[in-house]
């Protein structure tokens, strides 16, 4: 048994499919560190013609995820496989997601997503099942989907083992909290355009030093509200 294991209920379940089996995501359930089952909301409809949604009361656009099919669906799901998961809700309205959140749920060893699509979810949802909401960001998406593979994706690589370099020394490096520094490789010119002597040099602290430096130049040229570090916790 994977040491986290992903349940996403979605009326799409194929969508994820290639992404979960691509790089990282793929090198993690090889290594049995997390393990991904999908699940078709609408396979929990006891509708004859396998209805999940229908019109809002009170009239307005588009339509609502019913009751039965999601409360069926979250039960069912939750109870498979021995572990009781983090139940989480995708929606607009949610929690921010953000790194420390990703490192919260890197701890979990269960996890399930429940995405809607276009619509919103009747609101006794929340009441009857009372998930965390996350929202990944202000823009809106056509379903939580894309939502839900942000998550996995950015939860995942946290796992321990995943990446393979996860000792804290390279995690809690010099460079966190900052955007990238520039990199380079072969070859050291390029349409006139050199790599900088410095890291061809092999001097490692002065590499390091100037790492720091071009690191922090961008983050404060390009997200100076990344500097204060009142915001780097608090968003
Ligand atoms: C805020 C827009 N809503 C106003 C009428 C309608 C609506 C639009 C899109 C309701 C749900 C959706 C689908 N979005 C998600 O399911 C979603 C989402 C998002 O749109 N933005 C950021 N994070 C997320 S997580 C799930």
Redesign the pocket.
């Known amino acids: 048994m994977a040491r986290l294991r992903f349940d996403i209920l979605s009326l799409f379940p194929g969508v994820f499919d290639p992404f979960l089996h691509t790089s990282i995501l793929r090198i993690a359930e090889e290594k049995q560190l997390a393990e991904y089952h999908l699940h078709d909301i609408r396979d929990y409809s006891e509708d004859k013609h396998k209805k999940v949604d229908a019109r809002p009361y009170g009239g307005g656009p ?1 339509m609502v995820l019913q009751c039965e099919p999601v409360v069926r669906a979250v039960e069912a799901v939750g109870a498979m496989g021995e572990r009781s998961a983090r139940t989480i809700l ?3 309205q ?1 929690r921010r997601f953000h790194q420390k959140v990703a490192e919260e749920l890197a701890e979990e060893d269960r996890i399930l997503l429940l ?6 979810f009747d609101e006794r949802i929340r009441k009857l099942l009372n998930f965390e909401e ?11 989907e894309a ?1 839900a593979m942000v998550v996995v994706d950015a939860v995942v690589r946290l796992v321990p083992g995943v990446l393979g370099h996860e000792d804290s020394s390279s995690r809690e490096s010099f460079a966190e909290g900052l955007l990238d520094y520039p990199q380079y490789t072969r070859p050291p010119m390029y349409r006139g355009m050199k790599v900088p002597e410095v890291l061809l040099g092999g001097n490692h602290r002065e590499i390091e030093m100037w790492r720091l430096q071009e690191a922090e130049k961008r983050t404060y040229e390009r997200r100076s509200d990344l500097c204060d570090d009142n915001t780097r916790d608090s968003e």
């Open positions: 588009g995708l929606t607009p949610g995405c809607g699509h276009y619509e919103g996350l929202s990944i960001g202000d823009y809106v998406l056509s379903g939580g939502a």
